[in-house]
């Protein structure tokens, strides 16, 4: 005769499962990094672990996913150490209670509690659904720049048929290369076999006559990190634009971002390259990293409404590009980006301004 506490125990455990059977929706991750001219990446799922019902019900798993059994706390089944076996290690892999979906297939799960005790599950392991993603949704490029868009999947080795809803304005090849044929805007779709669909907006701008640096020559401080801004002709677009340091000892560049670091001193040429071969430059040079850094004043006193700049000062062959500054009371003074103090209301305030490198320098001002 069966114990009435394993009888009881089985109920249990049968009634914890209710509800506990629907395969988990694939969560979302990021998409892996494309590498220059790749046409496809991959979204690789997260290390999510799934709860499985203690039962003989059937159960579909995902591929590449781990599933564990639900932690019952109940006092009923203190001691009681279950344990699993499969059919087939080329479908399931078991390690610890946690079971990993390593094949597609399937196979049965044998579940033993006790003697009297055990379920059979069986297990079917398939693949997850195939999906696929721009990496942009929309892009903004120079009548007749060529680029390619990275189509993101979830699952290598699918075959994607390409599409554009106005070929006269964006054409696209079979390998996702886009062609700006005219001034216009155009959708550019990727489709699967199993219909999923992926779409980017593309508008097809004037292509530059000129590009120009915001500024014709910098100075930064050595290990001074920085992104210089470009301008465009009025109303055109360049898609890709490309830097080059004529010293990368000096100064090093990320040849698609612009982002320069300040490597030693000395003195660097920048050149940005628009995909119409339009050109600047611009003088970059690199000082001395400032041990201190102090205002022209220590003390400030203004009239209520008036303005007035404070100027950073460094020791000798030193500098720092980039300055922050604050204030520490915005309803009595203000302070902007380029050290202009704007009183606000009678009261005392300090303003302060730090260098890239952490110095700081503070001044204490009066609103009369």
Known sequence: MKHPIRKLIAVVL??????????????????????????????????????????????????????VFPTLDSFLFAGINYQLTTTNNSVIVIKDNEIK????????????????????????????????????????????????????????????????????????????????????????????KNGKKASCQITVKPSPTSVTFNKKSVELGKGEASKLGIKLSAGSASYKTTFISDNPKVVTVNTETGEVVAKTTGTAKLTVITYNNKKATCTITVKK??????????????????????????????????????SSNDRIVKINSSGLVSAIQKGTAYVSVRTYNGKVAICKVTVK
Request: proline share 4%; glycine share 8%; net charge positive.
């Open 101 to 192: 979906a390593v094949g597609v297939g399937t196979c049965t799960l044998t579940i033993k509690l006790t003697d009297d005790i055990v379920f059979k599950k069986t297990i079917t392991v398939q693949m997850p659904e195939v999906t696929i993603k721009f990496d942009k949704s929309k892009l903004t490029i120079g009548n007749g720049e060529v680029t390619k868009l990275c189509a993101v999947l979830s699952q290598y080795g699918q075959s994607i048929q390409w599409s554009s809803s106005n070929k006269s304005i964006v054409s696209v090849d079979g390998s996702g290369k886009v062609t700006a044929k005219r001034q216009g805007t155009a959708t550019i779709t990727a489709t699967l």
């Open 14 to 67: 049968a009634c914890a499962a209710v509800g506990l059977c629907a395969v988990p929706a694939l969560p979302a991750s990021a998409a892996a990094a494309s590498a220059p001219e790749a046409v496809s990446s991959i979204e690789r799922d997260a290390e999510t672990t799934f709860n499985l019902p203690l039962d003989g019900s059937d159960a579909t798993l995902i591929l590449g996913r781990k599933y």
């Open 289 to 326: 990293a400032p041990t201190t850094v102090k205002f022209d004043k220590t003390s400030l006193t203004i009239n209520d409404g008036d303005t007035t700049r404070l100027k950073a000062i460094f020791p000798d062959g030193s500098t720092s590009g980039s300055l922050t500054y604050y």
